[in-house]
């Protein structure tokens, strides 16, 4: 966040002398000072969804700049409104949600942090053409924003670029124009004694390199499989085909935060309307009962229920726990071979 505000504060100063209410800021209905405004006003939005632990609706409050606020004074109630962020962000909890309506009604701190900085870069961008400025954000910046909250959008060779054409500022060779457009923050499904918590291509990155995805683990996990997982994601993200709500969750416990395991799909469904589901847990929280409470969750989640889409499980014969979880979870026996055995899930 103080990287991309810093960035675009010492860009915005060197036109402090300008008329900024004159020119119009890119392709918003804003001018230039509204578009600054418009900064300043959702940082400090963001940090009171997070400090007042807003879970329903927006806060209802908003600022408003006293008459006379010349344009370096605009520029510093953004970095005030900034500071007071980046101060809420890193002392939130990162179990807790708050209230955004795009597009599953929550977001973490790593969500709001995103969009914050997708605001400021954007914003500062259609202010940028408005007053005839050069302006290019780092590129790991850009490509961070992109990994967590635009997972649906195929990453290409120039981070900062894919961002203007994902907001709709912009063009890529190949690829439609974007006349609309919404982040996507992570999904969340309550299960029980757990949540499962979509894992965006960012924590994917990590986990498939053998960190922690930003998730705080008990002490046997992640599992290998949890990491082969997350590399699959990061194929599918890669390739253009993401698509979150078929991707993988790692599953929470919410009594402490900890991360036991992780559950989700092998992609969207096929021809035929089948979707594999794959899991597995962390050695000091098997036989606890996780998997089953996780399963019948995901498995009864909306978009897996749709349009009769078949769920199936693939397990080695020998695995004979996991065989009584599906079938706990209402998976039944509908195929084998001399390795596997395949249980579905009718929608």
């Known amino acids: 966040m103080e990287e991309a505000l810093a960035g675009a504060v010492a860009l915005l100063r060197t036109a402090t002398d300008r008329d900024w209410t004159a020119v119009r800021a890119g392709r918003p209905e804003w001018d230039c000072r509204q578009t600054a405004e418009h900064i300043a006003g959702v940082l400090i939005a963001y940090a009171g969804q997070l400090a007042g632990r807003a879970t329903q609706a927006w806060v209802p409050f908003d600022i408003t700049l006293d008459d006379g606020t010349g344009n370096e004074d605009v520029l510093h109630v953004i970095e005030t409104t900034g500071a007071l962020f980046a101060a809420t962000l890193r002392t939130t909890p990162r179990e807790v949600r708050a209230f955004h309506p795009y597009p599953f009604r929550s977001a973490t701190r790593e969500g709001f942090a995103a969009m914050g900085v997708t605001e400021v870069l954007v914003h500062t961008h259609d202010i940028a053409v408005g007053l005839g400025l050069a302006y290019e954000p780092p590129a790991e910046l850009c490509a961070d924003v992109l990994a967590r909250i635009f997972p649906h959008v195929q990453p290409g060779t120039d981070p900062w670029r894919t ?5 709709g500022r912009g063009e890529l060779p190949g690829r439609a124009p974007v006349t609309e457009w919404r982040w996507r923050n992570t999904i969340v499904i309550p299960a029980g004694r757990l ?5 965006t291509p960012a924590s994917a990155t990590d986990l498939a390199a053998g960190g922690d995805g930003g998730f705080a683990w008990v002490d046997s996990g992640p599992y290998q ?12 993200y890669e390739a253009g085909a993401h698509q979150p709500e078929w991707g993988l969750f790692v599953l929470v416990r919410s009594e ?16 035929e ?5 794959g899991y597995d847990l962390a050695e000091d929280a098997r036989g606890l009962g996780y998997a089953t409470e996780a399963l019948r969750a995901l ?17 080695e014969r020998a695995n004979v726990r996991s ?6 979870a209402g998976y039944r026996p509908v195929a084998e071979d001399e390795e596997l055995l395949t249980y579905e899930l009718r929608g």
């Open 195 to 199: 949540t499962l918590q979509g894992v």
């Open 225 to 236: 499989g949890t990491r082969d997982a997350a590399g699959m994601l990061l194929q599918a």
């Open 323 to 328: 065989q009584a979880v599906v079938t706990r």
């Open 273 to 277: 309307g089948r979707a594999e589901i």
């Open 163 to 167: 961002l203007l054409w994902a907001t």
């Open 299 to 315: 498995s009864a989640w909306s978009p897996a229920r749709r349009n009769g889409t078949a769920l199936r499980a693939k397990i």
């Open 256 to 271: 402490d935060g900890r991360a036991v395991g992780a559950m989700g799909f092998h992609g969207p469904p096929d021809e």
